[in-house]
């Protein structure tokens, strides 16, 4: 059968998936913490895919190192991009910003006394929640995108770049980008299922969000293929979508959503400027002969017929 291991693959995927959220819902609040599982998901299925239906195996799977300029290089590049998000939220009066960090910590310590627990009590000793806050805003920006973060972003990385995208690649070009894209999206949608809600938000709100995080989507699949491509490396590609995470996290103590339907359009509209960048360097050419320069890279993945057209990478 053509494509059997991508099929298989997808079964599995949602075989896993459906048993987290299944798994969250029975446990109720508890269930959220079910979701650092459900990362896990893309690459345990690739990796059983791989074991049992896919004869290559690994010799494709590109767990190589990878150049370690490569890894300061994204990294940076992922602070400048969600320097960019933040930037624009402001402009569209999405965030208020609070660089104290007072009331994100209020409301952390609310949090803690609902549940019959005091803040202070959770911390090491000699540490208040501000240098703990400082601690964690540091580490986001730096270290935490090496561990535990490079093994979150494996889990996504290993499976929706590193099997699921030249698969859909092999079929077409745009079928990798844009059928990756949005199935990429709709991976994450069920994590709002495990996620305790805090407010109700209109039917009407919540169908143009998932449009606008759609296309989203969409870019920031785009960014980190070309990444995984570039690099040759999953782990390069890992670093990159997690440092993005995190660096988003660490600012996001020290902001206060005022509409969080602009905010995720300030998000889009950030990586619609990068692809868009991208495009204009000819560092992404949607089209079908102008991608076997990753043959290198990514062993059969491309048709070996095809030639490079010069200048492009992706």
């Given at each position: 059968m053509k494509h059997k291991s991508l099929i298989i693959y997808f079964v599995i995927l949602v075989t896993l998936c459906a048993g987290f959220v299944v798994g969250a819902r029975v446990m109720g609040k508890q269930g959220a913490y079910l979701a650092q599982g459900y990362?896990?998901?893309?690459?345990?299925?690739?990796?059983?895919?791989?074991l049992f239906f896919y004869k290559p195996r690994f010799k494709n799977a590109n767990l190589r190192f990878?150049?370690?300029m490569d890894y300061l290089k994204y990294w940076l590049i992922a602070l400048g991009i969600t320097a960019l998000s933040y930037g624009i939220y402001t402009l569209l009066g999405a965030i208020r910003w609070d660089l104290s960090g007072e009331?994100?910590?209020e409301r952390l310590g609310e949090q803690f006394t609902t549940t019959g627990q005091d803040i202070n009590d959770t911390l090491p000793p000699g540490f208040t929640p501000k240098m703990m806050l400082w601690i964690f805003t540091l580490g986001g920006?730096?270290?935490?995108?090496?561990?535990?973060?490079?093994?979150?972003?494996?889990?996504e990385e290993f499976g929706h770049r590193?099997?699921?995208?030249?698969?859909?690649?092999?079929?077409?070009?745009w079928v990798g980008f844009i059928v990756g894209g949005l199935l990429w999206f709709a991976w994450h949608i069920p994590i709002s299922f495990m996620m305790p809600k805090t407010v109700e938000i209109p039917v009407w709100t919540t169908i143009i969000n998932y449009l606008i995080l759609a296309v989203g989507s969409l870019c920031t699949f785009a960014y980190l293929a070309y990444v995984y491509v570039k690099s040759g490396s999953i782990f390069v590609a890992s670093i990159a979508h997690i440092a993005m995470n995190n660096?988003?996290?660490?600012?996001?103590?020290?902001?206060?959503?005022q509409n969080q339907l602009l905010a995720n359009l300030g998000l889009t509209l950030a990586m619609l400027i990068v692809v868009l960048i991208m495009v204009y360097k000819r560092m992404l050419v949607f089209d079908e002969l102008s991608y076997t320069g990753t043959i290198g890279q990514l062993p059969n993945l491309m048709p070996s017929q095809y030639e490079k057209p010069k200048g492009a990478i992706l």
């Open positions: 990362m896990m998901t893309p690459a345990i299925a690739a990796l059983i895919t791989r990878g150049r370690a009331i994100f910590l920006l730096t270290v935490f995108n090496i561990m535990p973060g490079l093994i979150s972003g494996f889990g590193g099997f699921m995208f030249p698969a859909l690649y092999r079929i077409k070009p660096a988003a996290i660490s600012l996001s103590y020290f902001v206060i959503v």
